[in-house]
């Protein structure tokens, strides 16, 4: 059974500084892997999709990367900013459905 | 651009009695969904739909909830029966091809007394 970990729970940096978050996966045998933005009581928005042939996906301030093999991603966040204060999730695709993990909550201090 | 919604964004009901949640997926979108979120839980896959039937299911998909796509442009999730463990986040989610991004709704806010 597919089990998704992220490390670390929460995370407080100043604003400024380049973090990453990790998600790792037990089952190599993915489709994808997403990651999300949820904002308290909200709903998820995507960030970055990374297909199981790619290494890595870019959007703005964010770099996300895939290790399939070794059943890790990262997510890169470039200069945070107090706007980036959110818990981020990390799902993979190891079928029809979605396996999440628990999400890094992030607060990026002014 | 083109966004799923749902309805109602909160809804309260008594132990026992039913719920639907409904859901407008992306108008051309084939694939839909329905997690929910435990408060302070992980989102967890509910079930999935495609080609209007079930593709899959998850254990916690019991015989007290069901899905439908009444027409062409709503999903909608039904619990029969309301548990206090049913209090959750719902999210639908649609998704176009198979390599697609699945994209999620704002989510409806059940709590159950």
């Known amino acids: 059974k597919q089990e998704v970990t992220q490390i670390p729970a929460a995370l407080s940096v100043p604003e400024g500084e380049n973090l990453v978050l990790n998600c790792s996966f037990t089952d190599s045998a993915i489709y994808n892997l997403q990651w999300f933005r949820q904002d308290p009581g909200k709903g998820l928005t995507s960030l970055l999709l990374i297909q199981s042939s790619q290494r890595e996906q870019t959007s703005g301030r964010l770099n996300a990367s895939l290790d399939k093999s070794s059943g890790r991603s990262t997510l890169y966040i470039a200069a945070s900013q107090p706007g980036d204060s959110a818990t981020y999730l990390c799902a993979v695709r190891p079928d029809n459905d979605m396996r999440f993990g628990a999400g890094t909550r992030l607060t990026v201090k002014p | 651009e083109p966004e799923v919604t749902q309805t109602p964004s909160h809804q309260v009901t008594q132990m026992g009695q039913e719920v639907i949640l409904r859901c407008v997926p992306i108008s051309n979108h084939l694939y839909f969904y329905w997690y929910r979120q435990i408060l302070g839980q992980k989102v967890e896959f509910l079930v999935s739909?495609?080609?209007?039937?079930?593709?899959?299911k998850s254990e916690i998909f019991d015989d007290q909830f069901s899905v439908e796509r009444p027409d062409g442009s709503n999903f909608t999730l039904k619990i029969r029966s309301t548990k206090l463990e049913d209090s959750a986040m719902y999210f639908c989610?649609?998704?176009?091809?198979?390599?697609?991004?699945?994209?999620f709704g704002p989510g409806t806010r059940l709590l159950v007394l």
């Open positions: 739909f495609y080609n209007n039937e079930i593709s899959e």
């Open positions: 989610a649609s998704r176009g091809t198979g390599v697609g991004t699945q994209y």
